[in-house]
């Protein structure tokens, strides 16, 4: 089995937290011989060292089969960490023009300010300082949407100097304020329209990266959803600025290329990040429930989000949400029709099982890189 924590930790370090019983260590460990799992500061016998594995999260432990020490009760302490971390958030999320206090929001959880951050870390996969920066630039969209100024929807935001909101604008929001509030007015988006094996395909991009992955029955109903989602942007047809990455997804649709490895330029909130980040180190060929992305973030019971991140993909195929299924098998829905999703699970499947899974290759990223690109597709 693979460890939950052998790709974030030094396991030596880990058993070194058990030896000392460091009350710190955040992580569980699950003990073979017995199926149960502690924390490292459990006062119960040491296991041998052959017998141990590590989790990140008492989540993880279960869904290999382990089940809560009755000394420790590492459940427990886990759900109250994640409750104060939702409490957190929410705190955060009514005032997200206010700087978080962390030392305000400590005592009231009545733990300590690094505590905290470690928690809400662990839980959320993100720092209390991103999540928060995150809140600012989502109450910023909301306001610019709603017709206010920039000046005006700046300091609602919290963002007290223009200079911070224009250094930050490009990453969150993909253009500047002004280009965002107006529909995409001033941004440049080429994209290109290519028959595939479900249909046919659009590719948008910003000089940054992919901002939209599309599938339909035609083009003018792709371009149509281009067009309301930025109705006011440039948008240039260029069939030959974006041929690199075209062909790099109908590679990975014929099963030549398991990842895409592409550059994004899309809008999200913190939790889409992190739920699209999970999506994309599925491997091809291989499905996961909603309810095990969840899991995976920490968050058990937020299936439902996970579902809705899903829906809100804007970039197919680069973002596999058609590998995100229902816990009983069924597919759940697909934002470019059920058909097309059992249509691509099925050829993954098929090619997984037919060749094992294919030689990972990257593509550049930056539209003005395709001759680097073609160099590396060719090696």
């Not at 009514?94 to 962390?102: E, F, T």
Request: net charge positive.
């Amino acid at each position: 089995m693979t460890h939950a924590l052998s790709t974030i930790a030094n396991r030596t370090a880990c058993w070194r937290a058990i030896l000392l019983r460091d009350p710190r260590a955040n992580f569980v460990y699950g003990v073979r011989s017995t199926r149960i799992y502690c924390r490292p500061a459990c006062p119960s016998r040491r296991p041998a060292r052959d017998q141990v594995e590590f989790y990140r999260a008492y989540n993880e432990a279960e869904a290999a089969g382990y089940r809560a020490c009755r000394r420790c009760r590492p459940n427990e302490r886990e759900d109250r960490a994640s409750a104060a971390v939702a409490r957190v958030t929410r705190a955060i999320d009514a005032s997200p023009g206010r700087r978080a206090d962390v030392a305000a929001l400590a005592r009231t959880e009545g733990i300590s300010q690094s505590q905290l951050r470690r928690d809400f870390r662990r839980v959320t996969g993100i720092t209390l300082r991103q999540y928060a920066e995150a809140a600012r630039m989502r109450r910023l969209r909301e306001r610019l949407r709603s017709g206010e100024g920039i000046i005006g929807a700046m300091y609602d935001a919290g963002l007290g100097s223009s200079s911070r909101l224009y250094e930050r604008s490009p990453g969150q929001l993909g253009m500047t304020p002004g280009a965002y509030k107006r529909g995409g007015a001033g941004a440049r988006i080429r994209y290109t329209l290519a028959p595939s094996p479900v249909g046919v395909l659009l590719v948008g991009a910003t000089d940054k990266g992919i901002c939209a992955v599309t599938l339909g029955g035609s083009e003018r109903e792709l371009e149509a959803v281009l067009e309301e989602e930025f109705p006011r942007a440039t948008r240039e047809r260029d069939d030959g600025a974006l041929a690199v990455w075209v062909a790099a997804i109908l590679r990975h649709l014929r099963g030549e290329e398991p990842a895409l490895e592409l550059p994004l330029d899309v809008r999200a909130t913190a939790f889409q990040r992190r739920v699209w980040q999970v999506l994309r180190k599925i491997p091809y060929g291989a499905t996961r429930s909603y309810a095990e992305v969840a899991r995976s973030l920490g968050q058990p019971t937020a299936f439902r989000a996970v579902a809705r991140a899903c829906a809100t993909n804007p970039a197919a195929l680069v973002i596999p949400c058609h590998r995100v299924v229902r816990t009983d098998g069924g597919l759940g829905g697909y934002r470019w029709g059920l058909d097309r999703k059992r249509l691509l699970l099925d050829a993954e499947r098929r090619e997984s099982e037919r060749h094992g899974p294919p030689r990972q290759v990257r593509v550049a990223s930056g539209v003005r890189s395709r001759a680097r690109a073609r160099r590396l597709q060719t090696a």
